[in-house]
């Protein structure tokens, strides 16, 4: 569970946004790492903890060439409820279940904000396969026996080189298949990409999908933020938000068609029982 704390600073975080429009990368994570010392709280990485919740939950955005801003007030309309994405509403009973996300049953759009209806599964059979996207990846003759992988026992999957600076790879030696990684300017989601990737081809899970309970339970690391953005779309219709337990992401209210898209989306890796 998120610590209040933690939530403080991301309605500081979204105020500064929304004050100051799109910001740098960096000077985001100078914001989050002063913020973390002066209040003395304590994590590893004080932008994954206060800035990147709300980029997964998308009141932020990717505005290009490594700035973020907020994201264009949006409502979301359930017919029974109604999801008010950075714009409160005036004159009806809401509640704010996130930092910029507000829920209510009734519709009010004096301001002409977008009203939209969502269908995840639709969404999600746009979206290539994890292998295609990581194929399409640029070339490298990279010696892949410099590299560091990050799944040391079978060294395959996303490895990285710190030489004149941090570069990323997806590599498979005994294929002689090596791609470079997009730097988090250019592509945000290009790591978590690669690294689903990677747990397919080391036959590891990117998680498991109780039928019965309609719960889909996913790794926190390396899950890619547009993937969880659809599948919050989706716990949405149920009333409900992703939530975040330990290592793990919890999305309730999930359909098994929009478990199948994904299913296929990440190569088949998900379980099911």
């Given at each position: ?73 949006l ?24 930092v910029?996300?507000y ?37 490298s ?36 298949y ?24 080391n ?7 109780y ?7 996913t ?6 933020f ?32 929009v ?15």
């Amino acid at each position: 569970m998120t610590d209040k704390r933690e939530i403080e600073v991301q309605s500081i975080l979204y105020v500064w946004l929304s004050k100051l429009g799109k910001r740098r990368l960096e000077s985001i994570k100078a914001s989050c790492d002063y913020m973390a010392k002066s209040r003395n709280i304590i994590v590893s990485n004080p932008i994954w903890a206060f800035f990147w919740p709300m980029v997964f939950s998308g009141v932020v955005d990717y505005a290009g060439r490594g700035y973020y801003s907020l994201t264009e007030p949006l409502i979301l309309n359930y017919h029974t409820h109604f999801y008010y994405i950075n714009y409160r509403p005036i004159g009806c009973k809401y509640q704010e279940v996130s930092v910029g996300i507000y829920i209510s049953n009734t519709l009010v759009n004096d301001n002409g904000i977008k009203v939209i209806r969502v269908d995840p599964r639709s969404i999600l059979k746009r979206f290539p396969s994890v292998d295609k996207v990581v194929d399409a990846f640029p070339e490298s003759m990279q010696d892949e026996t410099e590299l560091k992988y990050y799944n040391w026992k079978n060294k395959r999957g996303v490895a990285e080189l710190e030489k004149e600076g941090l570069k990323r790879f997806f590599s498979i030696p005994e294929e002689v298949y090596i791609r470079e990684l997009p730097s988090r300017t250019i592509n945000p989601d290009a790591f978590a990409i690669a690294y689903c990737y990677g747990r397919v081809i080391n036959d590891e899970s990117n998680g498991t999908y109780y039928k019965d309970k309609k719960e889909l339970v996913t790794s926190s690391f390396a899950m890619p933020f547009m993937l969880y953005r659809v599948l919050q779309l989706e716990t949405m219709a149920s009333r409900y938000l992703p939530e975040k337990d330990g290592d793990s992401y919890i999305f309730n209210g999930v359909s098994q068609p929009v478990v199948n898209e994904l299913n296929r989306i990440l190569c088949k890796s998900i379980k099911y029982e």
